[in-house]
């Protein structure tokens, strides 16, 4: 795995990667958010003949279209294959701007600048790259490590507080998975307070040393997408609707159903699934689901990349900080959880 750089000033190791890395033209991609409140603290050490493109910020346009504008403009721009592409985003755009990368003339050599929690410590790590497509969340994509990985604390600055709570359901689920300690240190009543730079190296070491066990998601990797299979339906449901979530907003409703069915399928302890869905109570609230959102969500879940022909496979917790993966789910048993979650009281 290609090195991370954690970094309190981007442009000053910003402009050391760019010092080693000998490239023919370089092209940097923002959204309009990084454009306005990102770019600023790093454009200074950018050449003068780089090419700039932005796009519309936003999961609704992580798309092939949105790719073919983008691989319009680098054909424009004349990249050739010893180009440097350089993402400052969020995942969205790390994800789409890391696949344009990788498939323009069989690929280029791209740099990841997260700018979001969220970013930081998910999609900073782990080389997955795609789009959506049809509906389905991350269905076209490719395996790809960047050149590096900047991580600048400054960038935080400029997040508004639901994109911050947003984040915290990855270091969540981090400690859920891997680390009962951490999880168990993690502040729920106070976490808009909490002193990020810490609790970004620690996540990020947990998932870092899940990826290189196992690079391809042929086993252990699986235990990331805990809380994702449902999660991930209730985020593509949503998605352009009134009821729109955020990416960790739909992540914490599908770890309280997720470890409901860790409680049933694997003798999670109800003292802890008490545990985990206060703790996501507290930060993130209750979310209202009608009987006729089930049947879609239902049908989302179905689509999920770890199912294996039409067995549904989820990541599940047998105690807080151990998870296991490849336990077969149901449609009904799926239906059950949600309905657990519905019944909830709203903190």
Known sequence: MKPIIFSEKASVDLTA????????????????????????????????????????????????ATCMQIWGAMTDA???????????????????????????????????????????????????LGVDFEGLKNHLGVFNEPETVIVASEFLKSLPENEIRSGYAEIIKHGLIKDRAYFESLDFDNWANSYWTPLIHHSVGIKKAVVEEDPKEAGLRKILNFGHTIGHAFETYFLDGPRHLLHGEAIAVGMICEAWLSHRKLDLSMAELKQIQGALLKVYGKIEIQESDLAPVLDFCLQDKKNEGKELMFSLLSTIGECTYNIPVTREEIREAIHYYQNLSHS
């Open 78 to 128: 004349q990249l050739d294959r010893k180009a440097l592409f350089l993402n400052i985003g969020g995942g969205v755009l790390g994800d789409m701007g890391g696949f344009c990368a990788s498939i323009y003339k069989r690929g280029i050599r791209f740099i990841n600048m997260p700018t979001t929690l969220l970013s930081q410590v998910d999609a900073s790590v782990g080389g997955k």
């Open 17 to 64: 990667v760019l010092s080693e890395i000998r490239y023919s033209s370089l092209f940097i991609l923002t959204d309009e958010n990084t454009k306005q409140h990102c770019l600023p603290l790093v454009e200074e050490v950018f050449p003068s003949n780089s090419t700039f493109y932005t796009i519309e910020a936003g999961e609704k346009n992580k798309s092939i």
